[in-house]
């Protein structure tokens, strides 16, 4: 699976920005799809996931309320739409693919190149 980030940028706390990842290569329907960021000097943590069938989705504490993730198999992507951004959202955001598996901060069969969000007080 070719994993192809797209929409990160500049913006404003307590704004809101929309990720993108398109993927390529594979049933996209089977994998489990998500984001993991790491920010400058932080290991990488899990920021949200959603099931392979759409069923399930999943937040990070840091983040929940604030962004939604959802997936269109139809078009191979998954979407990651981020409101009330913080500070500290600042980070490179990684798309991540599993096969039917939870998404994990570290252990992914699939990534995306990243795309970097800064986030300005």
């Known amino acids: 699976v070719q994993l192809q980030a797209s929409g990160g940028g500049l913006g404003q706390a307590g704004g809101s920005l929309r990720l993108s990842c398109a993927a390529s290569?594979?049933?996209?329907?089977?994998?489990?799809m998500g984001w993991i960021r790491q920010a400058p000097g932080k290991e990488r943590e899990f920021v949200a996931a959603?099931?392979?069938?759409?069923?399930?989705?999943y937040y990070a504490d840091s983040v929940n309320g604030r962004f939604t993730i959802s997936r269109v198999n139809a078009k191979n992507t998954v979407l990651l739409q981020m409101n009330s951004l913080k500070p500290e959202d600042t980070a490179v955001y990684y798309c991540?693919?599993?096969?039917?598996?939870?998404?994990?901060?570290?252990?992914?069969?699939?990534w995306g190149q990243g795309t970097l969000v800064t986030v300005s007080s």
């Open positions: 991540a693919a599993n096969f039917r598996r939870k998404i994990d901060p570290l252990d992914n069969d699939y």
């Open positions: 290569g594979r049933t996209f329907s089977n994998f489990d």
């Open positions: 959603v099931s392979w069938n759409g069923g399930s989705t």
